[in-house]
T-cell receptor
Framework: EPEVTQTPSHQVTQMGQEVILRCVPI?????FYWYRQILGQKVEFLVS????????KSEIFDDQFSVERPDGSNFTLKIRSTKLEDSAMYFC????????????FGPGTRLTVT | LAKTTQPISMDSYEGQEVNITCSHN???????ITWYQQFPSQGPRFIIQ???TKVTNEVASLFIPADRKSSTLSLPRVSLSDTAVYYC???????????FGAGTRLFVKA
């Protein structure tokens, strides 16, 4: 069964450093998403991406965040200057259609900012 | 996006049927109802989606009354491995923004 993959599984970085989280969505999917989940809290929407541009973004997704689909398979989330409060699990998801909430989530990247 | 209300937590025993109800009084005509399951340290997993009446798949059933102001996720004969958080989402399926609520934490006991 096809699945979304994410790398790395765990990233430790120092405050102020840039990090790039990588995702490989399911190959025939056209819609891509990033979410985060702070430990013990709910899943928070960050951004959705379609046709090489951002479709929607939340208030969390400020100028420190950016997304890119650098090639036909990868989808990345960049945090330019990490803060302590960016420590969270980051989940990538993809869906075949925008006309469905049937999104497939990756296993997540645990980001720890020290 | 319609606001949803679910119980914060539920307890059950192995082998029982579990019904989790979600209220969504402001559901719009174009909105679908979708349920996800999340295990600790894993991403949410799609369970089921419906618009009205009843939908069933190999994992669960979803019951939606005629007024669509609520929905019930039914898990038949739960096992310990069904211990997870269950999220009810309501929104237009053409929308790009997905909002998760706090979910219902289901704890299945032996």
């Amino acid at each position: 069964e096809p699945e979304v993959t994410q790398t790395p599984s765990h990233q430790v970085t120092q405050m102020g450093q840039e990090v790039i989280l990588r995702c490989v969505p399911i190959s025939n999917h056209l819609y891509f998403y990033w979410y985060r989940q702070i430990l013990g809290q709910k899943v928070e929407f960050l951004v959705s991406f379609y046709n090489n541009e951002i479709s929607e973004k939340s208030e969390i997704f400020d100028d420190q965040f950016s997304v890119e689909r650098p090639d036909g398979s990868n989808f990345t989330l960049k945090i330019r200057s990490t803060k302590l409060e960016d420590s969270a699990m980051y989940f990538c998801a993809s869906s075949e259609l925008a006309t469905s909430y049937e999104q497939y989530f990756g296993p997540g990247t645990r980001l720890t900012v020290t | 996006l319609a606001k949803t209300t679910q119980p914060i937590s539920m307890d059950s025993y192995e082998g029982q049927e579990v019904n989790i109800t979600c209220s969504h009084n402001n559901i719009a005509t174009n909105d679908y109802i979708t349920w996800y399951q999340q295990f600790p340290s894993q991403g949410p997993r799609f369970i089921i989606q419906g618009y009205k009446t009843k939908v069933t798949n190999e994992v669960a059933s979803l019951f939606i009354p005629a007024d669509r102001k609520s929905s019930t996720l039914s898990l038949p004969r739960v096992s310990l491995s069904d211990t997870a958080v269950y999220y009810c989402l309501v929104g237009e399926t053409g929308g790009f923004k997905t909002i998760f609520g706090a979910g219902t934490r289901l704890f299945v006991k032996a």
